[in-house]
């Protein structure tokens, strides 16, 4: 069985909107629950554009599931999560102007700072996955720093599956997929997916080799605006299976 973490950041966009009380992604989080999902996913961002302290902090005195916390590098949040210590950090890339999440983290790049990151969090006994695009040397970097997870950046498969005219670009962007799930399987690293998954598209990735967990926030939070938030996890949980 594929775990589902759902991530709540869009309910905390909302309410960030008015400035007000609601809708609370904390009773968000445990309608998610209710529903079936087996992890809950929040992004602390460097702006608090939508998730606030005050979310993290509560979800971790309340949630009954695992959770799951995105953040950059920054020592802002670095230090708050340090602090909160979460069952899983995601450390993600992060740009200010970004709307969303806009690719994987660049660990060849960056990789002393991601193994500074990884080795304070394991010292609180904090697990560590790293947000990546689905490639090789991004694979390998990240068990060079001494993750044992990761969670592969699936925003342009999406993307291109929404793109019917350009099936070539759909199909490579599935083998780059599937040729870093053997990877991951190789390299002893438990594979998460995330990014732009929605009820249409999850059925073309469930059979990816050795995958563990996806992470779906806005597919979810979208259809929960008509079916309510449990049975938009049901949903997704059946397509699981």
Partial sequence: MIRLGVNVDHVATLRQARRGREPDPVAAAH?????GADQLTIHLREDRRHI??????????TAQVPLNLELG????????????RPD???????RRQEVTTEGG????AGRVAVAEAVKRFHAVQVAVSLFIDPDPAQLEAARAVGVDRIELHTGTFAHAFQEVREPAKFDRELARLLQAAE?????ELHLALGHGLDYRNIALVTSLPGLEEVNIGHSI??????????EAVREMKRLLV
């Fill in 31 to 35: 309608e998610c629950e209710l529903g």
């Fill in 52 to 61: 606030q302290d005050r979310d993290l902090r509560i979800l971790r005195q």
């Fill in 73 to 84: 590098l920054g020592e802002d949040v670095l230090g708050v999560a340090l602090e909160v």
């Fill in 88 to 94: 899983v950090v995601t450390l993600v890339p992060e």
């Fill in 105 to 108: 983290l660049d660990v060849v």
């Fill in 183 to 187: 990877l991951a399987r190789v390299l």
């Fill in 221 to 230: 939070v979208s259809r929960a605006v008509f079916v309510g938030l449990r």
